[in-house]
C-alpha cells in the first residue's frame, strides 16, 4: 500500500530533448567538450544507426560508416567486442581501460554487448528509465576510440525512445 501511494504522488520527471535534425552543424570546439546527438528510435522495429564521426543518423542506403546503432533502448555496434564500460566517472575524466576488449573484426550488427546492455536503471517509483552515469568506450572500425554516455531516454511529454548520446572522440586514441 505505501508502494502504491509513493509511486502515486513521486512526480515523473526526466531530461528531455527534441530529435536532432538529420543535418546539422557541431560547435566549432566540439572535440574537446564533445557533442549531444538525439535519436529518434521510437520504433521498435527499425535501427537508426548514427556516425559519431559524422555527428549524425544516417539514412538509408547511406549507412555503412556506422559506429553504434540504437532500437528504443538498445545500443549496439558493429563489430563484437568494440565498446567497453568505462564506469562511473566524469565524461571529461574517461579514458580507455586497460585490457578493454576492443576486437573489431565484423562489419554486421552484433547482439546487445554486455558492456552497455544495462545503460539505465529502472525507477520503481516513477517507471521511468535512467542512465547508470557509465561513460563507454566506442571503437569505431578506423581504429577511432569514442568516448560516449547516455544523458537521456526521453522526448518531450516523456515520450519513451528518444536516446540522447553525449561523445567526443578520445585524445590520442591511446589506452592508459
Known sequence: MVY????????????????????????ANWQEVGDTITIDATDGDRWQYVSLTRGRVLTPPDTADWEVAVQRYRVITPAAGAIADVGATSFEQARI?????????????QPENAAIKHWYHYNLLTHLLEPNG???????RTGTFWKMAVVSYYCPHLQA????????????????
Open 4 to 27: 502504491l501511494i509513493a509511486a502515486s504522488l513521486t512526480r515523473r520527471n526526466a531530461p528531455v530533448f527534441p530529435v536532432s535534425p538529420r543535418e546539422r552543424t557541431r560547435a
Open 97 to 109: 581501460p586497460a585490457g578493454a576488449p576492443f576486437e573489431v573484426t565484423t562489419v554486421t550488427p
Open 134 to 140: 557509465h561513460v563507454y568506450a566506442v571503437r569505431a
Open 161 to 176: 525512445g528518444c536516446l540522447t548520446l553525449r561523445y567526443a572522440p578520445i585524445n590520442g586514441s591511446s589506452r592508459y
